[in-house]
């Protein structure tokens, strides 16, 4: 199944009316079922790259859980060209859901120990080859960033929002986001990690300078850490989907949209403001959760 950006549909939240604030979620989710959100933006300028240059592996880093490992995967599948992922940690017995769908499409994966990992550099040196081209982890870079500026293209009407919203994994998708705003709009990034406070540095990095006082990022909406899901996220993520019919994940849009309604309660926002929130896609966190933790 080929992408379909078509299917980025722009849709209005009930969420917010309360407080006169407007809130329409960005449904990047819908354009694929597995390089669902921003998976696919992020990787298509590496992807493109990598074609031009005759390349026919693609390798790239992640943990257990990530949706960059099983996208990066499923579209190498697609484009027949041989995928290896190096992943963060020792191999568990069973594999997560994701590593084991990343596998399914024909992804090698090699475990690095956690204090290993954090030297890529060296993981890169030692397993280099001319026909292996790296994509960094999460998507990080220019590429990445640009790529993921071009997400607002599927927004009409752009000029309205007075915000723009998104979870924060790798930064890569709100530095893009950061670049392909308008002057008027303040950006902000609700971090999925805990105590991660060097990654507004890491955003600022790949954005231009003019934008970086409108990004605002927030780390209180982590739930203990990457990944975390106590029952006050799931009973939310339950919540949400009755009142709206979405569906969230553990990872990202259930502690996004979560934060969201808290700062609404907190009269974070103004009346008036215009919200665009960017469903970032990646359910496949949501599987190793217990049989029918979730309605959808």
Not at 172 to 186: E, R, V
């Amino acid at each position: 199944m080929q992408i379909n950006n078509t299917l980025a549909k722009t849709q209005t939240l009930q969420l917010g009316r309360d407080q006169k604030v407007k809130i329409d979620l960005l449904r990047l989710d819908l354009i694929h079922p597995v390089i669902s959100g921003n998976k696919w933006y992020k990787l298509r300028y590496y992807l493109q790259d990598a074609i031009d240059k005759g390349i026919t592996e693609i390798a790239s880093f992640g943990g257990a859980y990530s949706n960059h490992i099983v996208a990066t995967a499923c579209t190498c599948k697609e484009r027949n060209i041989k995928s290896i992922g190096f992943i963060r940690g020792d191999k568990t017995n069973p594999l997560s859901h994701t590593l084991q769908a990343a596998i399914s499409y024909g992804m090698r994966l090699e475990f690095i120990n956690r204090t290993n990992y954090q030297n890529k550099h060296l993981i890169i040196e030692n397993n280099s080859n001319q026909t292996r081209y790296w994509i960094p982890e999460g998507g990080y870079g220019i590429l990445g960033a640009k790529g993921a500026a071009s997400i607002l293209e599927e927004v009409k009407d752009l000029q309205k929002y007075t915000h723009i919203i998104a979870s924060v994994g790798s930064g890569t998708m709100i530095a893009g986001i950061l670049n392909g705003s308008l002057p008027h709009q303040t950006v902000i990034g609700i971090s999925s990690q805990k105590n991660n406070f060097s990654l507004e540095n890491e955003v600022l990095q790949l954005t231009a300078r003019e934008n970086q006082n409108r990004l605002k990022m927030i780390h209180n909406y982590h739930f203990g850490g990457f990944a975390k899901h106590p029952s006050d996220l799931i009973d939310f993520m339950v919540e949400f989907w009755n009142k709206e019919m979405i569906p969230t994940d553990i990872v990202y849009t259930g502690k996004l949209l979560f934060a969201i309604t808290d700062l609404l309660q907190k009269q974070y926002f103004k009346h008036g403001d215009k919200l665009l929130v960017i469903h970032s896609g990646g359910l496949q966190g949501n599987l190793s959760l217990p049989e029918n933790s979730l309605p959808f």
